[in-house]
């Protein structure tokens, strides 16, 4: 495989759907860990931060479980639910921050 190619092979883009879809987790609490939001507008600031764009129904599984485990709190603002972090999903959002640059260190020194 030409060099080129190597970023359009399977192994990269099994790597960059188990780094997205797959973590959907992270990218939902760091973003309103900044600004609290609701789920239809959480998904537009995915895919303009991060590039891509998670289903409505897998962001709002997401949200739901994160709500249920204490991770997320959520308030009725007019017809929209609008979702922040508490501060056990801070401490979740650190805890995986520790361990992708343990990972990292560990695979790229």
């Not at 998670?54 to 007019?78: C, D, I, T, W």
């Amino acid at each position: 495989m030409a060099a080129g190619n190597i970023a359009k092979s399977r192994e990269m883009e099994r790597l960059r759907a188990k780094l997205s879809v797959d973590l959907l987790w992270i990218y939902i609490l760091g973003i309103i860990k900044e600004k609290p939001m609701h789920a239809y507008a959480l998904r537009s600031e995915i895919e303009k931060r991060f590039g891509f764009l998670p289903g409505n129904v897998s962001a709002y599984v997401v949200l739901y479980k994160l709500h249920g485990r204490g991770f997320v709190s959520s308030k009725e603002q007019g017809n929209r639910t609008v979702y922040s972090v508490t501060p056990k999903g801070t401490e979740l959002f650190k805890e995986a921050e520790k361990e992708f640059l343990k990972k990292q260190k560990m695979l790229f020194g």
